[in-house]
């Protein structure tokens, strides 16, 4: 009887000690793989992709959870690439509000913006990597 008392008081013990993952600082649901898509189609489709990130900022904000880094300038780059610059520079400002870091970034990225308005610079900025290999054949 001791030993079936001590057997369960360690375990009561070693219950007590587990602890549960700590919650991630970002939520990252949907925004790697509307990278990912981005990548692979070389920038095609950006309004399912706009759709689809809108609403994971929108779930994030309902639950109290953060973007990750970078997943406003991505908005940003699909909107300039869909001609909507209003909401490109929207998104733009919202990722230098949270990540003061990518202040120097972002200014680059309106600069870039301003000085070819109209002539899609700022949606070639965020990623240069698709728009830079196009199919050499």
Not at 42 to 47: H, K, M, R
Request: with cysteine; net charge neutral.
């Amino acid at each position: 009887m001791t030993k079936t008392s001590l057997a369960l008081c360690a375990l009561v013990v070693l219950a007590g000690c587990a602890q549960t993952a700590p919650k991630p600082l970002y939520q990252w649901a949907g925004y790697q793989e509307a990278v990912y898509q981005y990548l692979k189609t070389n920038g095609g489709e950006p309004g399912a992709q706009i759709a689809a990130l809108e609403a994971q900022v929108d779930k994030n904000k309902a639950a109290g959870e953060l973007n990750p880094p970078g997943l406003r300038a991505h908005l940003a780059l699909l909107y300039a690439k869909s001609g909507d610059d209003v909401a490109a520079h929207r998104h733009l400002e919202a990722e230098r509000a949270q990540f003061p870091e990518a202040a120097a970034y972002v200014d680059f990225l309106l600069r870039t913006a301003k000085q070819g308005a109209g002539t899609g610079a700022a949606g070639s900025a965020p990623a240069p990597a698709p728009s830079a290999s196009p199919s050499k054949t």
